[in-house]
């Protein structure tokens, strides 16, 4: 392994602490998941020995199949949810980070150990070639999908449009946290959102998130999965 994952995730550490002070914010309000999919577990293991314990992954199999290895660490799926992989995503994940449908809602507290937190997807720029459910029809999912007994909606989650400057994103992620607070208005549990990977998390983080995805930064670019 070419790449120092306990070094690079130390200096990921320092730059949340930072944007938190900046922010305004405790750095116990910020939780990171190291984002592993297609990466060895001779990284994660790395990051694991450093005290790291959210790891995300895309990808049901791997999170079946990592989760098995080390059902001690918290594993999170992030990734688009179909409906044959679900089998492999209900009994090991600890969050569900892009949950948007009620079958797949419906089937996930099926096959979950217990009540699983989930967040909504939101395609908060309305992209066609994205996946997640519209700004505006987002609250109203919420409650669909909070009503399915196994299911607990905890926040939303975002993956903004590409732009060249990190801080450009921030729109995206303030539309996020305000349509959050509106909810928690309205009596919605959404105390959480997922949002910020390795290049914006540091803004993400000025404008609310209580979870950032960060891969790249911790473990070097991806393996071909």
């Not at 009994?91 to 419906?106: C, F, I, N, S």
Request: net charge negative; hydrophobic share 45%.
């Amino acid at each position: 392994m070419s790449v120092d994952v306990a070094a690079r995730l130390a200096e990921v550490r320092t730059q949340v602490d930072a944007a938190c002070l900046r922010a305004g914010r405790t750095p116990e309000e910020v939780h990171l998941v190291a984002v592993s999919k297609t990466h060895p577990l001779e990284a994660i293991e790395a990051a694991a020995a450093t005290g790291q314990q959210d790891f995300g992954e895309s990808y049901a199999q791997e999170l079946r199949d990592k989760g098995a290895a080390r059902p001690d660490l918290r594993w999170h799926f992030i990734g688009r949810i179909q409906t044959n992989k679900i089998k492999y995503i209900a009994p090991r994940a600890h969050r569900v980070h892009a949950l948007e449908r009620l079958d797949h809602a419906q089937a996930l507290a099926k096959r979950a150990p217990g009540p699983l937190r989930c967040l909504l997807a939101v395609n908060v720029a309305g992209e066609a070639s994205k996946s997640g459910v519209a700004a505006h029809e987002a609250l109203e999912a919420v409650r669909s999908l909070h009503g399915v007994d196994g299911i607990e909606m905890v926040g939303l989650m975002t993956l903004p449009p590409p732009v060249d400057d990190p801080e450009d994103a921030g729109l995206w992620f303030e539309q996020l946290a305000d349509l959050a607070a509106r909810g928690r208005k309205q009596g919605l549990p959404l105390t959480e959102l997922s949002m910020g990977m390795s290049h914006d998390y540091e803004v993400a983080i000025a404008h609310g998130a209580t979870w950032i995805r960060v891969g790249t930064a911790i473990f070097g670019p991806r393996e071909q999965a």
